[in-house]
C-alpha cells in the first residue's frame, strides 16, 4: 500500500514538470498601424486633409506645437520562450498648413 501511494504521488509530481507548450497568447497592438506603403504615400506640400486620408486622425498632437502630429505604434508579442516588441514613431511637421518634416523615430 505504500508502495502505491509512493508511485501515485511521484506520477502527480513529474506530471505537473511537463514540457508542454504555454497558451496562445495573442499579439498586443496599440496605436495608429503604420505601414511602409502609407508612408510612402506621403510627400512634402500635402495639406493636413490629405494626410489624414492617407495615415487617419494622430495619436497624439503636440500641445505646444499644434502643427506637429505624431503617429505612435507598438506591438507586444511573445513566444514560450521571450517577448518581442516592436515600437514605431512617426512625427510629421506642418507649416502653413502643408506637410513641411516628416521623421521616423
Do not use: R
Not at 504521488?9 to 496599440?30: D, G, I, M, N, R
Not at 505612435?72 to 502653413?96: G, R
Amino acid at each position: 500500500m505504500k508502495k502505491t501511494i509512493l508511485l501515485l504521488s511521484t506520477l502527480f509530481t513529474l506530471s505537473a514538470c511537463s514540457l508542454l507548450p504555454s497558451p496562445y497568447k495573442p499579439p498586443v497592438e496599440q496605436g495608429n498601424v503604420i505601414k511602409t506603403e502609407q508612408v510612402q504615400q506621403l510627400q512634402l506640400g500635402m495639406t493636413k486633409s490629405q494626410v489624414m486620408y492617407v495615415l487617419g486622425t494622430p495619436m497624439v498632437q503636440s500641445t505646444f506645437n499644434s502643427n506637429q502630429w505624431h503617429y505612435l505604434f507598438s506591438s507586444l508579442y511573445t513566444d514560450n520562450k521571450s517577448k518581442l516588441s516592436e515600437v514605431k514613431h512617426l512625427v510629421l511637421t506642418f507649416q502653413n498648413g502643408a506637410l513641411q518634416d516628416i521623421q521616423e523615430k
